[in-house]
């Protein structure tokens, strides 16, 4: 089961790797992306860029855009788990192989006090503040996200990531 629009992803990084602050706007129209992917990073910002594209998500009271590329996508997705976040609700940690991790690394350090945009099937459904840059493992949790839906989720994770 697919719920997108209510799927309000909050990047943490584990480790020494950092951590990332989402905010908690929802989507509130289609704003599709063209993607077949399951879960997307992309750079994001709160000023106008030529050739992004403006989300539904706000950081500060200001509109986020979204760059036309991912930095890092489910192909490059090499483990996903459900696991338990800090709340003790259900998440799924993600594992990204060395191409991902590397990425993921240097969206991060360039975008540090910026936000990223996590797009999940299609629709930019978060856009975390970056405050140091990520490693390969992150999780993906939600305040709606239930058990069985992040054991979808996982299991769509790891099938992209072999394809």
Do not use: N, Y
């Amino acid at each position: 089961m697919r719920r997108t629009r209510q799927f309000v992803t909050l990047l943490v990084g584990l480790g020494l790797a950092g951590v990332a602050v989402g905010c908690a706007s929802k989507s509130s129209s289609s704003h599709d992306v063209a993607s077949d992917s399951v879960l997307e990073i992309r750079a994001g910002d709160t000023v106008t860029v030529d050739g992004w594209s403006k989300t539904d998500q706000v950081v500060g009271g200001r509109p986020v855009w979204m760059s036309p590329e991912p930095a890092v996508d489910d192909s490059m997705v090499e483990d996903a788990r459900v696991t338990l976040d800090a709340a003790g609700r259900p998440a799924v940690l993600v594992t990204l192989d060395s191409e991902g991790a590397a990425r993921l690394q240097e969206l991060t350090t360039r975008r540090t006090s910026r936000p990223v945009v996590v797009v999940v099937d299609g629709e930019p459904v978060s856009a975390p503040i970056v405050l140091s840059p990520l490693g390969g493992s992150f999780m993906v949790t939600a305040a709606e996200l239930d058990e069985t839906e992040a054991k979808d989720f996982a299991a769509r994770l790891r099938d992209a990531g072999k394809e």
